[in-house]
């Protein structure tokens, strides 16, 4: 069902954000709009996310009012806060966002627009598996204002597919881009490498092919083990290996020499796109810290420097909304230490890199041995930013660790 909430403060029944809060109307404002509902549940994913038996009092077909619930009250309690401002970006994600009808996620667009308003530039983005895409299904997304789809693509490797649980048919990939090309939409695919018993030509294969699909953005994410999953199960049972990191060292640069040569930039250590216009300004925002409401079980949200969230089951989220409570389940305001660590770690991993003047003396101290590490670019460090080399991101965690000494 998804790893625990933190721990944190209780949050008023009305949702009211502490007092002397106050919201910056010159801040952009993000808008993330969780559907938690899959058919089958991957055996690697930890997401909040629940299958068709799992629902227990919560009904797929009402989510969307649901939904809208929270966001009239997420607009008292900006405006108690400063104002509500229009969403520079909104994000449907998940979840299978697209296995509810197009006219659901329409009617909950429909809602942030008229709450807040959306900015006339706005990137609305939908996240979709690729059984779930037609033509059709597009056509009506694009209709109601979405802008881009990110499509989980993973692997096109059948027997990689069966290791992560992904039911989808991977010949749908190129039919979901197709009709999201047609529709008009920017186009993104999500890769994941390194799955039990996926080789190194494997990777390749599936490189190449999202390539080869010509999309505006490709993201690749290491495998990561969640406790908890059914895949971390099979692993402490010896059933599949675990995930071999010098092998997924060898898939992300492979990954970023097929990109770059193909035309596409890296901008966050997992994301490349063609130019500027088409990286995720949703996904930046998280990175480089502005405020958001997450509206959905268990989602998060960050406004004012106040973070806070849901409940995480729809039936508990569902029933808190008919009482007119917020589903807020808990939140925490981070200290100064708390968020300067968290601005290196964030910061470190976008391509602009992180500023020394935001270093402690001691982190600034270790930049020279990174630089001659080769982990930190030394051109941009003379210029005054830690950006990462390639090994550099391979080894992100340990950057982290040297800067915040």
């Not at 590490?373 to 210029?383: F, H, K, N, T």
Request: aromatic share 6%; hydrophobic share 40%; glycine share 10%.
């Amino acid at each position: 069902m998804g790893s625990a909430l933190p721990l944190g403060e209780p949050v008023p029944a009305d949702g009211s954000l502490p007092a002397g809060t106050h919201v910056d109307a010159s801040r952009d404002f993000g808008v993330y709009l969780h559907v938690p509902f899959c058919r089958v549940r991957c055996g690697y994913c930890d997401f909040n996310t629940y299958t068709s038996s799992e629902l227990r009092g919560a009904r797929q077909d009402q989510y969307a009012d649901t939904l809208l619930h929270e966001v009239r009250l997420a607009a008292e309690v900006l405006q108690r806060a400063g104002g509500n401002r229009p969403a520079a970006t909104v994000f449907f994600g998940g979840g299978t966002p697209t296995l509810l009808p197009p006219g659901d996620l329409a009617r909950m667009l429909d809602g942030i627009r008229r709450t807040f308003g959306i900015a006339d530039d706005a990137e609305i983005t939908v996240e979709a598996n690729p059984d779930t895409v037609s033509a059709p299904v597009a056509a009506e997304l694009a209709a109601s204002g979405v802008t881009r789809m990110s499509i989980g693509m993973q692997s096109v490797v059948p027997h990689v597919l069966a290791a992560l649980d992904r039911t989808h048919d991977p010949e749908n990939v190129r039919t979901a881009v197709h009709a999201a090309r047609d529709a008009g939409l920017d186009v993104s695919v999500d890769l994941i490498y390194g799955a039990p018993g996926e080789s190194l030509a494997d990777w390749r294969a599936s490189l190449e092919t999202a390539i080869a699909l010509a999309p505006d953005h490709i993201s690749a994410y290491a495998l990561i083990i969640e406790e908890g999953t059914k895949l971390a199960r099979q692993i402490r049972r010896g059933e599949v290996p675990a995930p071999d990191d010098d092998l997924q060292a060898d898939m992300y640069e492979l990954a970023d020499e097929l990109l770059a040569a193909a035309g596409f930039d890296w901008y966050e250590v997992s994301n490349w796109a063609r130019g500027q216009t088409h990286r995720s300004r949703h996904n930046l925002a998280y990175w480089t810290g502005t405020d958001w409401w997450g509206f959905g079980p268990g989602a998060h949200s960050h406004i004012g420097g106040v973070r806070f969230w849901n409940v995480k089951h729809p039936a508990a989220y569902a029933q808190r909304l008919s009482l007119g409570q917020s589903p807020a389940a808990g939140r925490e305001i981070p200290d100064a230490q708390a968020r300067a660590l968290e601005r290196v770690l964030l910061g470190s991993r976008i391509r602009e890199g992180l500023p020394l003047s935001e270093l402690q003396e001691a982190g600034r101290r270790g930049v020279a041995g990174l630089v001659a590490d080769g982990l930190v670019d030394g051109v941009a460090a003379v210029r005054g930013r830690v950006v990462l080399t390639r090994r550099g991101r391979l080894l992100a965690d340990a950057v982290v660790r040297t800067l915040t000494a």
